[in-house]
């Protein structure tokens, strides 16, 4: 099993910049895939951005070109760098990993944009 715990939601303006994390329960090495999603109220979960073990990327559409996602491989973390943030972007942000051939989810942050 995979526990992820996401840390550094919260309120910013339009325009601004945030950037989340998630702590992995175990080693980054063993886990396929690790990545985030968020779900807008009303809205289905959508993909943020992943990364693979091999370090390959991918982005939503919306995201691309201003979000960008790194893993820390030493402290089992991934980051999820958010930049040039619209209103649109208000959500609860989950962290995901794939381990083991199970899909797994942390427990959420919010992450709201607003003036």
């Known amino acids: 099993q995979v526990q992820l715990v996401e840390s550094g939601g919260g309120l910013v303006q339009p325009g601004g910049s945030l950037r989340v994390s998630c702590a992995a329960s175990r080693s980054m090495f063993s886990i396929i895939l690790m990545g985030w999603y968020r779900q807008a109220p009303g809205k289905e979960r959508e993909l943020v951005a992943t990364v693979s073990r091999d370090g390959t990327a991918k982005y939503g559409d919306s995201v691309k070109g201003r979000f960008a996602i790194s893993r820390y491989n030493v402290k089992n973390t991934v980051y999820l760098q958010m930049n040039s943030l619209k209103p649109e972007a208000t959500a609860v942000y989950y962290c995901?990993?794939?381990?083991?051939?199970?899909?797994?989810w942390g427990q959420g942050t919010q992450v709201t944009i607003s003036s």
């Open positions: 995901y990993a794939l381990f083991g051939g199970t899909n797994y």
